[in-house]
Nanobody, 125 residues
């Protein structure tokens, strides 16, 4: 059973930074496209960013372009989300997920097969 576990969330001041990690565990791990989604209370889940297996192709939501950076270390079965210049509107539960799709199809949550439990990110003024 492959599982995804997020970590690194917490409370930061507006303008600060956080680095989230998503570690895959289990007997088998496929180098799928990995993505980050987020959901604020009372809001729908939204796409944040995705990265293909090699790291050569990334897609960022307009709301995080220039502030967030996704990366992955396949040898460690881990994907990261570096979040800089954080805003109050970034406050949400952040979810890591895996999909066999590539390209713009990775922006759709319905295309993801496996999800982590989420980690809370809170940005204060």
């Amino acid at each position: 059973q492959v599982q995804l576990v997020e970590s690194g969330g917490g409370l930061v001041q507006a303008g600060g930074s956080l680095r989230l990690s998503c570690a895959a565990s289990g007997r088998t791990f496929n180098s799928y496209t990995m993505g980050w989604f987020r959901q604020a209370p009372g809001k729908e889940r939204e796409f944040v960013v995705s990265i293909n297996w090699s790291g050569a192709n990334t897609y960022y939501a307009d709301s995080v372009k220039g502030r967030f950076t996704i990366s992955r270390d396949n040898a460690k079965n881990t994907v990261y989300l570096q979040m800089n210049s954080l805003k109050a509107e970034d406050t949400a539960v952040y979810y890591c997920a895996a999909t066999p799709y590539i390209g713009t199809a990775t922006q759709l949550g319905n295309n993801y097969d496996l999800w982590g439990q989420g980690t809370q990110v809170t940005v204060s003024s």
